[in-house]
């Protein structure tokens, strides 16, 4: 069965330190991987997707990147973080196909920036 | 620009009782519609999907309803228990799009 895990589970960073969050894939191969924030109370926001190796979309221009060094492997980053960065940072995938449109999600990063 | 929407923030039902969680869609070119639960402080999970060759589907103790007519789609809890209190999001597809778009959820809340 396919699990996808992210790490860490909770983040407490300050304004201006660098971020690395990394989702990870298992049971599943070529999946496209999706990075999400959720603010409190709202609804999830899609900041990247991507269907491959180095291949990365990025949804709305913003203070984050985001890069796939491996099949199964997503991660997401910033050189300097700022307040507005702080929310619930949600991976997912999907099976790449033409008509499977499903996506499951990973457990979550809570992220505070102070 | 497009967007997926939702009438009621917040449900408030008793147990037993039945629930509808409604969504509004605005593209008409959106082809598949999917639900999802999400419980404090824990992703998504899956609930039901409906393609829009498809006017109803029905799980286990859930049914989604699709108007294509009038844009809209609705979950459909049936003997709702205390475990379904969650927030509820609706999201949509449309060819050649490779991601979901969310709506901004509804908070389900049972009351024993």
């Known amino acids: 069965s396919q699990t996808i895990h992210q790490w860490p589970a909770t983040l407490v960073q300050p304004v201006g330190s660098p971020l690395s969050l990394e989702c990870t894939v298992e049971?599943?191969?070529?999946?496209?991987l999706y990075w999400y924030r959720q603010a409190a109370g709202r609804g999830l926001q899609l900041l990247f997707y991507?269907?491959?190796?180095?291949?990365i979309s990025s949804e709305v221009p913003q203070n984050l990147s985001a890069s796939r060094p491996q099949d199964r492997q997503f991660i997401l980053s910033s050189k300097k973080l700022l307040l507005s960065d702080s929310g619930f940072y949600l991976c997912?995938?999907?099976?790449?196909?033409?008509?499977?449109?499903?996506?499951?999600f990973g457990p979550g990063t809570r992220l505070t920036v102070t | 620009g497009e967007s997926v929407g939702l009438h009621l923030p917040t449900l408030s039902v008793q147990e037993g009782d039945n629930s509808i969680i409604n969504c509004a869609y605005s593209?008409?070119?959106?082809?598949?519609f999917i639900w999802y639960k999400q419980e404090s402080g824990k992703g998504p999970q899956f609930i039901i999907d409906?393609?829009?060759?498809?006017d109803k589907r029905q799980g286990q103790r859930v049914t989604v309803l699709l108007n294509k007519t009038v844009k809209h789609l609705s979950l459909q809890i049936a003997a709702t228990q205390p475990g379904d209190s969650a927030v509820y999001f609706c999201?949509?597809?449309?060819?050649?799009?490779?991601?979901?778009?969310f709506g901004s959820g509804t908070r389900l809340q049972v009351q024993p």
């Open positions: 991507s269907v491959g190796i180095g291949q």
């Open positions: 409906i393609r829009s060759n498809m």
């Open positions: 049971g599943t191969s070529n999946p496209n």
């Open positions: 999201a949509e597809n449309y060819p050649g799009r490779r991601a979901l778009t």
């Open positions: 997912a995938w999907s099976v790449r196909g033409l008509l499977s449109y499903e996506q499951y």
């Open positions: 593209n008409s070119a959106s082809d598949y």
